[in-house]
């Protein structure tokens, strides 16, 4: 069965600072997807991103940057210079091709707090 | 373009009354589906839909909870009987409708349940 795992519950930088958001994820399917979501106070989820399976170049967008490692089934997502406007819960979440929906299966989230 | 909408925001019953809520999802997405976050959790998937189907309710408290999509566009959860354990906040998500795991799902603000 899928799973994903979040180690650490909570984080907390200073402004400015660099964070790193862990991901670990199991899966017996060959082709799946992975995804990072952003939770507000609002209680919102926020799409960050999607990632397939089959390709593992890390991509950046902005300040934000993910590394797909699939050799240590990893997806880890990386804030530079952080903002408070960033302080949030971050949930990774994986989804499979051979299950016939698209249910997310997601981790336990980390709360990340950004200090002034 | 609007995004998930949800209603009520926020809800607070006695157990063993009922309760239901309501989502409208993204214009022209096919598929449905409704997740319950637990304090401290990440998301887990109750039920989705595709179009009016069902197509995963394996998760869904069925003595329970219910949920329709008439008509293929909105939808309704239900509650009935309420259970202290069921305080939790409701989200709803709505996807274009590709299968086996590439969708992107986009998430309305959330019901917040509150069972005294």
């Known amino acids: 069965a899928q799973k994903v795992t979040q180690a650490q519950t909570e984080i907390s930088v200073v402004e400015k600072e660099d964070v790193t958001l862990d991901c670990v994820y199991e899966t017996r399917d060959t082709t799946y997807y992975l995804f990072w979501y952003k939770q507000p106070p609002s209680g919102e989820l926020v799409f960050l991103i999607r990632r397939n399976s089959f390709d593992e170049q890390n991509e950046i967008s902005g300040r934000y940057s993910w590394n797909f490692q699939k050799s240590t089934s990893s997806f880890n997502f990386t804030i530079t210079a952080s903002q408070v406007v960033d302080s949030a819960v971050y949930f990774c979440a994986l989804s499979e091709r051979e299950y016939a929906g698209n249910m997310l299966t997601f981790g336990g989230g980390t709360r990340l707090m950004v200090k002034p | 373009e609007a995004g998930v909408a949800q209603s009520p925001r926020y809800k607070i019953i006695e157990k063993r009354q009922s309760v239901a809520f309501w989502c409208n999802p993204i214009s022209g997405h096919a598929t449905l589906y409704w997740y319950q976050q637990i304090l401290g959790q990440g998301p887990k998937l109750l039920i989705q839909?595709?179009?009016?189907?069902?197509?995963?309710d394996s998760q869904l408290p069925k003595d329970r909870f219910s949920a329709e999509r008439l008509k293929g566009v909105d939808s309704t959860l239900k509650i009935q009987p309420a259970k202290l354990e069921d305080s939790a906040v409701y989200l709803c998500a709505s996807s274009l409708g590709a299968f086996g795991g590439t969708d992107t799902q986009y998430f309305g603000p959330g019901t917040r349940l509150t069972v005294l």
């Open positions: 839909f595709q179009n009016n189907g069902v197509v995963d």
